[in-house]
C-alpha cells in the first residue's frame, strides 16, 4: 500500500489480462458463445472478491485475437467498472499477434516499476497460425514478460486445443487446463477470475508452478458429468 500526499492510503493496482480466441472454429459447438456467457457469469463474483481483497484493486483489460489482434476492453478498467461485451467468431488464429500487442503495454513505464505481478489467462480452443513462438521469445525477454513476473495461465478450450503451445506461453503442462464443455469453461473462468486475483495480490509473482514462488491454487473439481453434457 502507497500514502498519498494527503495522507489517505491507497492500494496498488492488480493488472487482470484476458486473451480471448475468436478465430472461426470457436464458432463450433458453440465455444464463442459459452466463453461470452462465462465471462459475463463471472464478474459479480470477481466485484465481491475484490472488494473483500485488503491487498490490491483489480483492472481488468481484454485482447482478442483471430486474423490480427485487437483490444477488446483497451484501458486498465476497475472491475467495478468492468463490461464485457460479447465477441463473435470469424478468422484464423494469430496468437503471436496478440502477444505482441500485450508485450507492448507490460513495460515497467506503463505498469510501474513496483507493480503487482500481472496475471494473464489465456483462452483457445486450437493452434496458432501465425509466428507466436517468436513473439513469446520477444516476450519473456523484456520489461514484465521476462521470466518469473507475471502469472500465467491457459484454458484449452475442446479437446483439439494445442495444449503443447498453451504450455510454452505459461511455462508449464501443470497450468494449462481443459475445458471440454461449457459448464467446465465457466468454472475455470471463474476460478481464474477470483483465485488467481487474490494469489497475484498477495505477492506471489512467477511464472506459475515453476517453483520459484508459492503453488498455484488449485482449480475446482471436475464436476460430474450429465447427459446434457456435449464434449468439445
Avoid at 467495478?80 to 503471436?96: H, I, K, M, R, S
Avoid at 496478440?98 to 483457445?124: H, Q
Avoid at 477470483?194 to 471436475?222: C, E, F
Wanted: charged letters at 20%; one cysteine or more.
Amino acid at each position: 500500500m502507497h500514502e498519498d500526499p494527503l495522507g489517505s492510503v491507497t492500494r496498488p493496482h492488480l493488472h487482470f489480462f484476458w486473451l480471448a480466441d475468436c478465430s472461426g472454429s470457436m464458432s463450433v459447438q458453440g465455444k464463442i458463445q459459452a466463453l461470452n456467457n462465462a465471462i459475463h457469469e463471472c464478474i459479480p463474483t470477481t466485484r465481491e472478491a475484490n472488494q473483500a481483497n485488503p491487498f490490491a484493486d483489480m483492472v481488468v483489460r481484454a485482447l482478442k485475437f483471430a486474423t490480427g489482434a485487437h483490444w477488446h476492453v483497451a484501458n486498465p478498467t476497475p472491475v467495478d467498472d468492468f463490461l464485457w461485451t460479447d465477441l463473435e467468431a470469424g478468422g484464423v488464429t494469430d496468437l503471436g499477434a496478440a502477444i505482441d500487442l500485450l508485450s507492448a503495454e507490460l513495460t515497467p513505464e506503463k505498469m510501474g516499476r513496483k507493480a503487482l505481478p500481472p496475471v494473464i489467462v489465456l483462452l483457445s480452443d486450437g493452434a496458432p497460425t501465425d509466428d507466436w513462438a517468436g513473439a513469446l521469445e520477444r516476450f519473456n525477454s523484456t520489461g514484465w514478460g521476462r521470466h518469473g513476473r507475471t502469472v500465467r495461465v491457459a484454458i484449452a478450450i475442446g479437446r483439439d486445443a494445442s495444449k503443447d503451445v498453451l504450455a510454452h506461453f505459461t511455462g508449464n503442462p501443470e497450468t494449462v487446463f481443459e475445458a471440454d464443455n461449457a459448464q467446465r469453461l465457466a468454472d475455470l473462468i471463474k476460478w481464474a477470475s477470483v483465485t488467481l486475483s487474490k494469489y497475484a495480490s498477495s505477492g506471489a509473482s512467477l511464472v506459475a508452478g515453476d517453483g520459484q514462488g508459492p503453488p498455484l491454487p488449485p482449480p475446482p473439481p471436475m464436476p460430474v458429468e450429465s447427459d446434457d453434457d456435449e464434449p468439445w
